[in-house]
């Protein structure tokens, strides 16, 4: 079971308010997102959750009992850090074995979970090694067998893969997200990258200045954002974002239209433009267009598009895929 | 950033270190400030009552004062200076690629380690001495007059003999930092055209800067209350008497307690203002 | 920034080095060497090196007059119990201010350190008349307490700075991990700060054996240490070369020996951990 509510849970450090109050519901086998530029509160309202740092306001509830001060120890939940926070000098087994010494756990049956847990990470080979001694990813599973070896009722994740490689990164992902198929525990996820929360989420978060901007699903978010921070945030390469006549046209005081929704034509369109770097990935080709007003829109074209440097292009957006904004950025 | 829980834990686990050094400060302090009000000499009758500030103006106005505080801040000062030049030339040289660095490293901390009784003793005696020490042996062997050290140039032997023993701590910490010192850094200068003296001035010295704050608020602390040294080499005499040995006198070799206690009113005060000068110091350069 | 250099190069630098270290360490060993000559070769004009007659006699007539074991013992129990008390109160503190720093943090530090620099000789009539009072003048446990209070804040300040290396992250796993306070210290915080424990130790250790403006005032016959044993040959006995030599080298050959072995955690330990 792993139910976790937050209601009007506000923080400050000093005067600085860093989460105005905020509700939130994470219901039971849950993968959850949160989402968001540095800065916006994110890893703060994790460690909310943990109990490292105290609310100011508010309360929070696991499994439908307070635990609004609760110690981290008893709220039966287990993180992973960003920096895998092992602890140096124990090994492997060691470092695993810790919480269920803190528990008081009869050896035999923590070794047991240790090695079952050391097997599904593949780590059986390397128990007996100092921390020091694993590459990247195995300390990053270290961290996670250290987690699930508890059972506890969540997970909480602090960017856990911003220290990896890119290529480590994807692997990471699609591991974690396996372990979440294979354990249906609940799992809250922090991250600043989209591409993570879209491809992992069953439920994203979108955080700006602590303030909760959107929640719902990877395609609810990329399909039907809530305001322009959202629509800007989530989807890559970024919405485009047009002012002027052709959002006049449309009654907005802005349009916003992603790369992958324009049609690019030799002839004729509702924008006109000169290319400028076009990226070719092969499958996609990226151009970034400059228009005759200054500014730029990026276009996501097929790959075998083939447009040379300071050539004129027209452009136009697919008309049912255009968001629209009003003069608060919200999406009418 | 934390909770309440470890915050009241964290005042509760500092309250035992910070109760003692309170207590250790604020009683012995109140006394002596009571004592410094007071006619108290223990071997005439003990405390003969009220003095007002008699004690004070008595301590101030003694021939030895003044020349007390001068011998004190140039003693402090001509060590802290000679550690500190010797120290940044040293640990440029023991920096460089060298066979038995660390054979070096040990013979120069080496006097650290070597207490002040000893040292004072040894110097005095075995190298300082005019008729049988090493030097009055060097100094006759080139036909010069063996120099009387501790009477003739006292001043300049006690910053010898401090010295040398805050020249491998001044050295140890310089040399930590010369080595943290980015070599692409001077690589990069090197290639821009600076010369030794110009990369020294620009990139090295501002880099140890930190390390001699350290290095100064350490040996000050320290130096402000060598004792021992002074205690078994000159006895205070020869116009080395320090402002420390001075009060020291007038307590246990007089045993005029009012008199020493206010002159350690005096000296207290003294530390508190280089205290303040250094503490400002120290808590800017901490937070880099 | 060491780089690499010509081997001519090298050779110099060595050359130099080496012959400064010498210059430095050349009093310890002229002292050592004088402890096993006669009186009348400790004095001989010209000096002799290492050609005289090698004779361990001033040692067996330092130890038969003074009884060094007895000072021994006091310097180590002394040195000893001031540094481990010492670091059993300032381990906490130094715990609270590196992981749950304050505005008034860096303050306390500060005030901490000044105390040092509150001239030991200003109170000393007063601890005088305490020790007196509490019957602690010229014991062991006294001379410990007092060492053990004018090391402690250079005992917190160290710890804090080393501690302040190990990642908070760390500590809060272990909170994670359903660790107490006790048990996050004991197994994760301490294993985690043992080289830097271990430099604190023997840097105070050292300090605590070297001290010798208390360890002089405040003891007489049953309670000195090694720094008023060697105090009591200032004079006259301080013309025997040989012997003054002898119970020299007696008085510094344990921190030397000490200092020896473990020359990687003194170094470190002699930076006060104030930079890396």
């Known amino acids: ?332 | 950033m934390a909770t309440q829980q470890s915050r009241s834990a964290a005042r509760l686990m500092m309250a035992p270190a910070v109760i003692l050094l309170l207590g250790w400060m604020l009683v012995p302090l109140t006394m002596t400030l009571w004592f410094s009000f007071r006619k108290y000499l223990p071997l005439r009758g003990g405390d003969l009552g009220w003095a007002g500030f008699d004690n004070y103006t008595r301590f101030i106005g003694s021939s030895s004062f003044w020349p007390s505080v001068q011998a004190t801040l140039v003693i402090v000062g001509g060590v802290l200076i000679i550690t500190v030049v010797l120290g940044i030339i040293l640990a440029l040289l023991l920096d460089q690629p060298m066979w038995g660095q660390g054979v070096v490293r040990i013979l120069v901390i080496a006097p650290f380690f070597v207490m002040p009784t000893v040292s004072a003793l040894v110097w005095k005696n075995m190298f300082m001495d005019p008729v049988n020490g090493l030097f009055a042996y060097v100094w006759k062997f080139f036909g010069a007059a063996p120099v009387e050290w501790l009477s003739q140039a006292s001043m300049q032997s006690i910053i010898m003999i401090v010295s040398w023993q805050w020249l491998p701590f001044a050295t140890l910490i310089l040399l930590t930092a010369v080595q943290s010192l980015d070599s692409e850094q001077l690589e990069a200068a090197e290639m821009d055209g600076a010369s030794f003296m110009s990369r020294f001035w620009y990139l090295i010295l501002p880099h140890l800067a930190r390390a001699i704050t350290i290095v100064v608020l350490i040996q000050t602390i320290f130096l402000l209350s060598i004792f021992a040294e002074i205690f078994v080499t000159t006895g205070g005499a020869f116009g080395t008497k320090t402002l420390s040995y001075l009060i020291f006198q007038r307590v246990l070799e007089s045993q005029n307690v009012g008199l020493g206690s206010a002159g350690g009113v005096y000296a207290i005060i003294l530390a508190n203002i280089v205290a303040i000068f250094l503490m400002r110091i120290v808590g800017k350069n901490l937070d880099a | ?276």
Not at chain 1, 63 to 68: E, K
Not at chain 1, 169 to 198: P, S
Not at chain 3, 40 to 67: C, G, K, M
Not at chain 3, 156 to 173: N, Q
């Open chain 1, 1 to 332: 079971m792993g139910s976790i509510t937050l209601s009007k849970v506000s923080k400050s450090f000093g005067d600085v308010e860093v989460i105005p109050p905020l509700d939130l519901e994470i219901n039971d086998g849950e993968f959850v997102v949160f989402v968001g530029p540095s800065g916006c509160g994110k890893s703060t309202l994790l460690r909310l959750i943990a109990g490292l740092e105290d609310l100011t306001s508010g309360a929070i509830s696991i499994d439908g009992a307070d635990a609004t001060n609760a110690s981290p120890a008893k709220r039966g939940l287990a993180m992973v850090f960003q920096s895998y926070a092992l602890y140096p000098h124990m090994s492997v087994r060691k470092n695993i074995n810790f919480p269920l010494k803190m528990a008081g756990m009869d050896q035999a049956e923590a070794d047991k979970r240790i090695n079952a847990a050391a097997k599904v990470l593949n780590l059986t080979d390397y128990l007996d090694r100092r921390p020091g001694q694993l590459s990247g990813g195995q300390r990053q599973r270290v961290a996670i067998g250290r987690a699930i070896v508890r059972e506890p009722s969540a997970f909480l994740f602090d960017e856990p893969l911003s220290n990896l490689d890119a290529a480590l990164r994807v692997n990471m992902r699609l591991e974690i997200c396996d372990l979440h198929k294979t354990l249906a525990t609940t799992m809250i996820y922090v991250t600043h990258d989209q591409v993570e929360a879209m491809t992992m989420a069953d439920k994203i978060v979108v955080l700006h200045d602590g303030y909760i901007e959107q929640v719902g699903s990877p395609l609810e978010l990329y399909e039907s954002p809530v305001n322009k921070f959202v629509a800007g945030f989530i989807g890559s390469p970024k919405m485009n974002f047009v002012t002027g006549p052709s959002a006049q046209k449309r009654n907005a005081d802005s349009i916003g239209i992603r790369p992958e929704h324009i049609d690019v034509s030799s002839e004729s369109g509702e924008w006109e433009g000169v290319v400028g770097v076009s990226e070719h990935l092969g499958s996609d080709t990226f151009l970034h267009v400059k228009l005759a007003d200054g500014g730029m829109i990026n276009v996501r074209a097929s790959g075998d598009l083939k447009v040379k440097y300071g050539e004129k292009i027209f452009m136009s957006p697919q008309e049912e895929r255009i968001h629209r904004f009003d003069p608060q950025g919200l999406t009418i």
């Open chain 3, 1 to 276: 920034m060491a780089r690499a250099v010509t081997n001519n190069r090298k050779a110099l630098n060595t050359a130099i080095a080496w012959s400064i270290g010498l210059i430095i360490f050349f009093p310890i060993l002229w002292t050592i060497l004088t402890s096993f000559k006669t009186e009348a070769q400790a004095i001989s004009n010209p000096p002799v090196f290492l050609f005289f007659d090698w004779t361990l006699e001033n040692y067996s007539v330092v130890q038969e007059r003074s009884n060094y074991m007895r000072f021994l013992w006091n310097s180590v129990f002394i040195a000893g119990g001031s540094t481990v008390l010492g670091l059993i109160i300032a381990v906490p503190a130094a715990w609270s201010m590196a992981f749950v720093p304050s505005r008034r943090t860096k303050d306390i530090l500060l005030w901490m350190l000044s105390t040092k620099m509150l001239p030991a000789v200003g109170v000393l009539y007063p601890i005088y008349l305490l020790f007196i009072k509490l019957g602690l003048l010229d014991t062991r446990i006294g001379l410990t307490i007092v060492l053990m209070l004018i090391n402690l804040p250079i005992i917190v300040w160290m710890l804090y700075t080393y501690f302040r290396e190990i990642p908070g992250e760390i500590l809060e796993a272990a909170r994670m991990d359903g660790a107490s306070l006790k048990n996050e210290i004991l197994y994760v915080l301490t294993p985690m700060a043992v080289p830097g424990i271990a430099s604190t130790l023997l840097l105070n250790f050292i300090l605590a054996w070297n001290e010798a403006f208390w360890t002089l005032n405040l003891t007489a016959a049953k309670a000195a240490p090694l720094t008023a044993f060697i105090a009591s040959y200032s004079s006259p006995e301080g013309l025997f070369y040989a012997k003054l030599s002898a119970a020299s080298t007696m008085a510094i050959a344990p921190i030397l020996i000490m200092g020896w072995f473990s020359q990687k955690q003194l170094v470190r330990g002699l930076t006060f951990g104030a930079v890396k």
